[in-house]
């Protein structure tokens, strides 16, 4: 099946999810929606969240698409219930990886850092619930970080400033684990170390999430059965700068263009 994979968020940080699919699934072709306009996402109400998530499905059907990766955890948490009970394709969403934080915690507390949208979803609230039980699970919403990596502030001393205030604190719980909750995040995992230091396992969930979407593809019979290597278009609705400098390490080829969306 040569129809696209698509893959949608609130802007450019659900490339890091989008890098690891390609590199498991090569000869995909992929379609990629930085709905960057509306970031952050995280600020806004479950309804409005809806709304976006739902336009951006609609975009990416249009489009083709066989499958669609909601590569944002805030979108997941407050509106992949929905879009499984009103669209007949599959999707796969990402959620804060708390489960194994929690299962291999050695000292019993977590760090999480994830958008006020996803820390006050009720999925997020269910799996905390199920999975925490014995485990401090110190929450900090990181208010600001999207923002700047939207401005093309990557490094930036504003970010430096905003993580240590938001991960500091966390050191006097003795965390192990720090959950990275927002697909933005893992760009900024050099700048979280220079704070949290190396003793501290950092989790992210884009592996799982591009494991997770090849297990889809091969039980729908979905799979590409092209011998060559796949086509990738990526739109963004804002400048289109900052999204082609994230994808700065990728090898492959790609086109970006900018969308009136
Ligand atoms: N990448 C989105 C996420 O994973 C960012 C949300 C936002 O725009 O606030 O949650």
Not at 107 to 118: F, M, Y
Request: aromatic share 8%; net charge neutral; proline share 3%.
């Amino acid at each position: 099946m040569k129809q696209p994979i698509g893959f949608f968020d609130s802007g450019i940080g659900g490339t890091s999810i989008w890098k690891e699919v390609i590199k498991i699934l090569p000869n995909e072709n992929t379609i990629y929606l930085a709905d960057s306009i509306n970031a952050p996402y995280g600020e806004k109400s479950n309804d409005e969240i809806i709304a976006l998530s739902v336009k951006n499905t609609e975009f990416l059907i249009s489009k083709g698409c066989k499958l669609i990766v909601v590569a944002c955890n805030t979108a997941t948490t407050n509106s992949i219930d929905f879009l499984r009970k009103n669209y007949t394709i599959p999707f796969i969403g990402i959620e804060p990886a708390i489960k194994p934080a929690a299962l291999f915690s050695k000292t019993g507390a977590i760090g999480i850092l994830a958008t006020k949208g996803t820390l006050t979803s009720k999925l997020f609230e269910k799996t905390t619930y199920e999975y925490t039980k014995n485990i401090t699970t110190i929450k900090q919403d990181g208010e600001g970080l999207v923002a700047l990596i939207e401005n093309g502030k990557l490094g930036s001393k504003e970010l430096d400033k905003l993580l240590t205030i938001y991960l500091k604190p966390m050191l006097q719980f003795n965390i192990d684990h720090l959950v990275l909750g927002c697909t933005h995040y893992p760009y900024l995992i050099p700048q979280i170390k220079k704070i949290i230091g190396n003793n501290i396992t950092i989790i992210d969930s884009g592996e799982a999430v591009a494991r997770q979407t090849k297990t889809v593809l091969e039980k729908f019979n979905l799979c590409s059965n092209s011998l060559t290597t796949g086509n990738h278009q990526l739109y963004s609705n804002t400048q289109t700068n900052v999204l082609t400098e994230i994808l700065s390490d990728v090898l492959v080829n790609f086109s970006v263009e900018k969308l009136n969306f």
